[in-house]
């Protein structure tokens, strides 16, 4: 299942098969596709991500959101629609902040490539079995 962030981008868990030279490993591996107004990505590089076409794309939950934080749904999604207004303004001006996912990981922008950089934990909860390969991956 992947999950859409309006007007920024979707994440999304992947599976994986690679060929060791002994076994086949099949893992779990997060992955960020970027969708933001393009006027804000004219002078950035960013990673083509292709998200397989049988992953269910859910939008942000944001009454689950409010669940976490005690907010109403309503303020919830005008917050996460601000931040993401602010962060495509910085981006547009050429600013470059860091944007950090709690949990997941962070968005950067480092000599004008904008990637997603997940956390080893993130990575870790996912896949249980081969961490080190969906690690090596990510």
Same mark, same amino acid.
């Given at each position: 299942?992947?999950?859409?962030?309006?007007?920024?981008?979707?994440?999304?868990?992947?599976?994986?098969?690679?060929?060791?030279?002994?076994?086949?490993?099949?893992?779990?591996?997060?992955?960020?596709?970027?969708?933001?107004?393009?006027?804000?990505?004219?002078?950035?590089?960013? *990673?083509?991500? =292709?998200?397989? !076409?049988?992953? #269910?794309?859910?939008? @942000?939950? $944001?009454?689950?959101?409010?669940? +976490?934080?005690?907010? *109403?749904?309503? =303020?919830?999604? !005008?917050?996460? #629609?601000?931040?993401? @207004?602010? $962060?495509?303004?910085?981006?547009? +001006?050429?600013?470059? *902040?860091?944007?950090?996912?709690?949990?997941?990981?962070?968005?950067?922008?480092?000599?004008?490539?904008?990637?997603?950089?997940?956390?080893?934990?993130?990575?870790?909860?996912?896949?249980?079995?081969?961490?080190?390969?969906?690690?090596?991956?990510?």
């Amino acid at each position: 299942q992947g999950v859409l962030v309006p007007g920024l981008g979707t994440f999304a868990v992947v599976h994986e098969q690679i060929n060791g030279t002994e076994e086949v490993y099949v893992v779990r591996r997060p992955v960020f596709q970027l969708d933001m107004d393009m006027s804000c990505l004219r002078e950035l590089v960013f *990673p083509t991500v =292709m998200i397989p !076409g049988d992953i #269910e794309i859910m939008p @942000l939950d $944001y009454w689950w959101l409010s669940q +976490t934080n005690s907010l *109403p749904p309503d =303020m919830v999604r !005008g917050c996460v #629609e601000e931040t993401i @207004l602010l $962060y495509s303004f910085q981006l547009r +001006t050429r600013q470059r *902040p860091a944007f950090t996912f709690e949990n997941i990981g962070i968005l950067s922008c480092q000599d004008n490539v904008l990637c997603m950089q997940f956390h080893c934990s993130c990575i870790a909860a996912l896949e249980s079995r081969d961490i080190w390969v969906a690690l090596l991956l990510t």
